[in-house]
T-cell receptor, first 114, second 112 residues
Framework: EPEVTQTPSHQVTQMGQEVILRCVPI?????FYWYRQILGQKVEFLVS????????KSEIFDDQFSVERPDGSNFTLKIRSTKLEDSAMYFC????????????FGSGTRLTVV | GESVGLHLPTLSVQEGDNSIINCAYS??????FIWYKQESGKGPQFIID?????DKRQGQRVTVLLNKTVKHLSLQIAATQPGDSAVYFC???????????FGTGTRLKVLA
């Protein structure tokens, strides 16, 4: 069964440092997403990406965040200057087209900012 | 405003019994709903979905019921098994968007 792959599984970084979280979506999917989940809380939408541009973003997704699809397979989330409150699980997801609304999520990257 | 919430944070059921997990939503423009299962250390896993023009959908051992009148969604799991132990999230999508709003989650504990 096709999977969404995320690396690394765990990232520890110092406050103020930049981090890049990487995702390889399912190969024939066209829509890509990042969500985050602070420990013990609900999953929150960050951003959706289609046709090489952001299609939607939440209020969480401020200027410190950016996304990129640098090649035909990777989808990245960059946090420019991490804060303690950025510590969370970050999930990448992809979906096929507008008739397939369900997502496939990756296993997540646990980001710990110290 | 938009919100999707769950009534019970933890549900404990005996193995073999049926489980019912409930969810309330407030956005009348929601047109699509999904139930996800999340096991420890893993991403949300799709269980079953339902569109707003339906009121019931069945899968393998799972049934989702949608009551648009009271904006209520439920997930029924038949003959609950130990492997069903997880956190269950409902999520809804507003028509015309691709983002999902997740509820806070219900932890299902299956007792042997």
């Amino acid at each position: 069964e096709p999977e969404v792959t995320q690396t690394p599984s765990h990232q520890v970084t110092q406050m103020g440092q930049e981090v890049i979280l990487r995702c390889v979506p399912i190969s024939n999917h066209l829509y890509f997403y990042w969500y985050r989940q602070i420990l013990g809380q609900k999953v929150e939408f960050l951003v959706s990406f289609y046709n090489n541009e952001i299609s939607e973003k939440s209020e969480i997704f401020d200027d410190q965040f950016s996304v990129e699809r640098p090649d035909g397979s990777n989808f990245t989330l960059k946090i420019r200057s991490t804060k303690l409150e950025d510590s969370a699980m970050y999930f990448c997801a992809s979906s096929g087209d507008t008739t397939n609304y369900g997502y496939t999520f990756g296993s997540g990257t646990r980001l710990t900012v110290v | 405003g938009e919100s999707v919430g769950l009534h019970l944070p933890t549900l404990s059921v005996q193995e073999g019994d049926n489980s019912i997990i409930n969810c309330a939503y407030s956005n009348s423009a929601s047109d699509y709903f999904i139930w996800y299962k999340q096991e420890s250390g893993k991403g949300p896993q799709f269980i079953i979905d339902i569109r707003s023009n339906m009121d019931k959908r069945q899968g393998q051992r799972v049934t989702v019921l949608l009551n648009k009148t009271v904006k209520h969604l439920s997930l029924q799991i038949a003959a609950t098994q130990p492997g069903d132990s997880a956190v269950y999230f409902c999520a809804d999508r507003t028509s015309g968007t691709y983002k999902y709003i997740f509820g806070t989650g219900t932890r299902l504990k299956v007792l042997a």
